[in-house]
């Protein structure tokens, strides 16, 4: 007895520590990170370019936390650019200091100083990732973004038996600020990328590369997730396995209804996470990625990267000789197979009924294309070599967006301070005309400004994104800062709100950050305006918004501390 007595307290400790241990399992965690940008010497297609990169990884470090975890990343610039870190679809609840774009929430970090990146990840699950957001570092400034379950949870989805991250990239055999730069002295079209790339890696169809070229392991029986992410800077990409189905369970760190398919399409931006059986006869498969091009007489890389999916119980596996055996190619689709891309993009539901706005505040028409400025009197001919002696540009609803230089554009908004940003951005085109139609010349030259559109807390938005066929229509992935919306239609042609408001999906449309406007179409989206602050909507295609393609929505605070922005960090960089 005096035994047994002995022995409770210690058994009630242990309960104790366990009962501890499964609570601090269930606890939101809180993840720290250092980013160093830095030149490091990154060699592909026999040459090597010091090339800016975090902690000297090209791709950059991935990052996995759990639903509810708080990141802390202190970023330090070693590099001699300016540079910020935006963290693609992490919605940024009322922490917009933190968002990341240049001069639209916080002024660069400049070379030599530092900045803390704080966020809490509120109810986003699956792929999303981080990228520089200053001039086109993001050409290799990248990485994965992985947000699991909350500790727990389990996915809506058996459990996969084994993960591979797959990042699709481009590769200049030159410096990528050099290109952007010279194309804004020309104001020509920039030189197109060298390579299309898996984590980096061009693989086996270019020179130089066969050597490394990324293996993704898969056994026999065994059903394993994809989680492929769109990270090329100019391109959208066709995604395929030789021989296999994909089953879509996830795009944008949100869940949708499963549906299988053979390939994907993915604008920049764009996040696709994929169930893959090994179904197959063990052997080598080639995962294969190539242009979808959808801008008509625009020069395009028509190269293909690759990938290997190994089963472990290949043949040649036994006699460590799988390196000699070719894999199996898979066909693509056409580079302009934009049947293939409607088929796949209707194909996305929510997994269930889902809360659609239906009483809209905000009812609002953006066009959305590129355009041609006359050449200034100033200009010589060697500054002029758009078309017919112009200068390339881009816009929405006829403004080119300019970024301020000297302040944030959500300093100016939250402390009031004029002269920055303006909020007469137009709700509808300012001139109406046969969007995809033959646009008369005069409609080219679009006017330069730095304009927002103001929305009440707690607004309901409808927003048209309707493509133009100025200069060229094209696939435009419009991708909208802290926010995730809901993409009701999509079609072709000019939108016409008598009868097309009956495509609307108010049931179970999917959820997405970036949408793929049809080329010589359009999408319609909705989202409740509920994170204050100045949060940007711009084409991924970073030559567009290069040119002008974006606008901001300034977000007012609601009632509260809960419905306002936090007050900025003190280590804010300023211009």
Known sequence: MVAGSSLTPNWFAVLLLFAS??????????????????????????????????????????????????????????????????????????????????FVTQCPIRPGGSYTYRFTVQGQEGTLWWHAHSSWLRATVYGALIIRPRRGDSFPFPKPNREAILLMGEWWDANPIDVVRQATRTGAAPNVSDAYTFNGQPGDFYKCSSKDTVVVNIDSGETNLLRVVNSALNQALFFTVANHKLTVVGADASYTKPFTTSVLMLGPGQTTDVLISGNQVPNRYYIAARAYQSAQNAPFGNTTTTAILSYKSAPCAAKKGCASIKPIMPSLPAYNDTATVTAFSKKFRSPRPVPVPTKIDESLFFTIGLGLNNC???????????????????????????????????????????????????????????????????????????????????????????????????????????????I?????????????TKKFNLVDPPLRNTVAVPTNGWAVIRFVADNPGAWIMHCHLDVHITWGLAMVFLVDNGVGQLQSIEAPPPDLPIC
């Open 21 to 102: 241990a499964a609570l601090s399992l269930a606890h939101p965690q809180t993840h720290r990170h250092q980013f160093v940008i830095q030149a490091t010497p990154v060699k592909r297609l026999c040459k090597t370019h010091n090339a800016i990169t975090v902690n000297g990884q090209f791709p950059g470090p991935t990052l996995e936390v759990n639903n509810g975890d708080t990141l802390i990343v202190t970023v330090i610039n070693k590099a001699k650019y300016n540079v910020t870190i935006h963290w693609h679809g992490i919605r940024q609840l009322r922490t917009g200091w933190a968002d990341g774009p240049e």
């Open 376 to 486: 200034p009197r100033n200009f010589k001919s060697s500054q002029c070599q758009g078309p017919n002696g112009t200068r390339f540009t881009a816009s929405m609803n006829n403004v080119s967006f300019v970024l301020p230089s000297n302040i944030s554009i959500l300093q100016a908004f939250q402390q009031r301070i004029p002269g920055v940003v303006t909020p007469d951005f137009p709700a509808n085109p300012p001139v109406k005309f046969d969007y995809t139609g033959n646009v008369s010349q005069s409609l080219f030259q679009p006017v330069p400004g730095t304009k927002g559109y103001r929305l009440k807390y707690g607004s309901r938005v409808q927003v048209v994104l309707q493509d133009t066929s100025i200069v060229t229509p094209e696939n435009h992935p419009i991708h909208l800062h802290g926010y995730d919306f809901y």
């Open 488 to 500: 009701i239609a999509e079609g072709f042609g000019n939108f016409n709100p008598k009868t097309d």
